[in-house]
């Protein structure tokens, strides 16, 4: 099960629930706009072919260290289920997001101060019963779950496709979409699993 209290988190070929959320339980999407620049974010930095800026500059390049498994995108916090191949890639991914996507709001909003109340919160999951359990937990996160653009649920059904999004280790364990798609819909007779992942939430690690 998730790992609470660690003191070492950032450890390679693991599993990391990893949320934030906005400062004071404030909006940190607005517009489609806002959601969009956010997922581009993950493609730019977890493409299979590195990333440059206006100038040239390459952006940090994590496609062979980190693998974005699954995610969720609400009005004022995010959900992801991260594996992390090499030791540091997460925190070089969060923090590279969290700090490009807070200059883009705060100067498209005309705001100051920090957007997301912790830098982020990450939970080691040690359990392989809890992988699956955890994709629906964060898929569900959205009432319109089964048709919402701004979770990987489209990505696990065979909707779309991208290489920044790899959901293969958790649809390994499935007979195919169809399978996965009845398996979250049928989340009530796990209530008891959804209720344990609330109390991990709340009692995250903070990764800086």
């Known amino acids: 099960m998730p790992s609470r209290n660690v003191v070492k988190t950032d450890v390679a070929d693991s599993f990391f629930h990893v949320y934030a959320g906005g400062t004071s339980r404030s909006e940190i999407f607005i517009e489609d706009q806002d959601y969009q620049t956010f997922l581009r974010l993950f493609a730019r930095y977890l493409s299979k072919e590195p990333q440059r800026d206006r100038v040239g500059v390459p952006y940090p390049h994590l496609y062979d260290k980190l693998e974005l498994v699954c995610f969720c995108l609400a009005i004022n916090h995010f959900h992801l289920l991260l594996y992390q191949i090499e030791e540091g890639a997460m925190a070089r991914l969060m923090r590279s997001i969290m700090v490009s996507y807070s200059r883009y709001f705060n100067k498209k909003y005309h705001r100051t101060g920090s957007l997301f109340e912790t830098r982020y919160k990450a939970s080691l999951i040690s359990d392989p019963n809890y992988f699956e359990h955890i994709t629906r937990y964060i898929h569900l996160n959205r009432k319109d779950w089964e048709s919402s653009p701004y979770s990987s649920i489209d990505f696990y059904l065979g909707r779309q496709k991208a290489e920044w999004v790899r959901p293969e ?20 007779a796990n209530k008891q699993i959804f209720d344990e992942l609330k109390y991990e939430l709340a009692n995250y690690t903070t990764t800086q």
């Open 169 to 188: 280790r958790i649809l390994a364990m499935f007979a195919g979409p169809e399978d996965y798609m009845k398996f979250v819909s049928d989340y009530e």
